[in-house]
């Protein structure tokens, strides 16, 4: 959708990403024990296409059962945000996980990277090794997250269908809106994005920079609970959120992420 509200000639996605710039890729290794019918082995989505394709060799990691990878493209992101890049990779990888978990209606067994482990289940060098990419057609690609799919899986239809729609109000729809809420005004001076300021309610979630080692693991939770947020508040229809990253570091307190949320119009009517 444009700004506007209306179609616009960029594929729908059923997850959102900072700055529209998707960078998420899916593959999937299937195991001897998988219920979908597939050939054991590797598997990639093309996103323009929605259709499976097979890649060459077995599916090493995911023995019995089976594994959704998510990647990332890191040049889609990088060309915009620069340096900001990487917690908006974790960002976008975690909103993805967070749909797995959503559209089977129970939480996952997640491993998370980058990793060696995680690159060998896919049979791909490092992103930095850009020769072995190019000499075979593809973009690097830096594998985040393996969601290991649970016996008897499947998928939850009403929630597929939420994710099938429009979820998110256009940002005149914030513009437009006579808020009263103190911390959507603050929120919108943090995050320099002043459509923020329209949002009837925001939420937001920070972590503590002085805890280095342990600052992937908080941008990792942070940004599933907030993906988890948001795609419960689809079930519900009472409000339309979107997410706010990319904000800049204060002191030791990092606001890392948040959602802008607007009242549904059935809610701003009383109806």
Known sequence: ??????????????????????????????????????????????????????????ARGADGGSQIVFTVAPGRTFARYRHRAWPLWIADTAYAVAA????????????VGPSRELRDSLAVPLASNTRWWLDRGLAPEIPLAAVELPAGWRIRTERARVLSVRRSAALPE????????????????LSRQEWVSGADRVLTWTVTLGEPDA????????????????????????????????????????TVHALAMLRARSERNGS
């Open 215 to 254: 600052l992937l693991e908080h941008l990792w939770r942070v940004h599933r609970d907030a993906a988890s947020t948001l795609y419960r508040s689809c079930l519900t229809g009472r409000w339309w959120c979107r997410p706010v990253s990319g904000i800049p570091a204060r002191g030791d307190v990092w």
């Open 1 to 58: 959708m444009l700004t506007d509200g209306r179609e616009s000639t960029i594929r729908r996605r059923p997850v959102p990403s900072a700055g529209a710039a998707y960078p998420v890729h899916t593959h999937l290794l299937v195991g001897a024990d998988d219920q979908t019918g597939l050939e054991g082995g590797r598997y990639v989505v093309d996103t323009a296409t929605g259709r499976l394709f097979r890649r060459p060799g077995t």
């Open 174 to 189: 914030f513009q437009r809106n006579r808020s009263t809420c103190p911390a959507a005004s603050s929120l919108a001076t």
């Open 100 to 111: 797995v978990e959503f559209l089977l209606g129970t939480a996952v067994r997640l491993h």
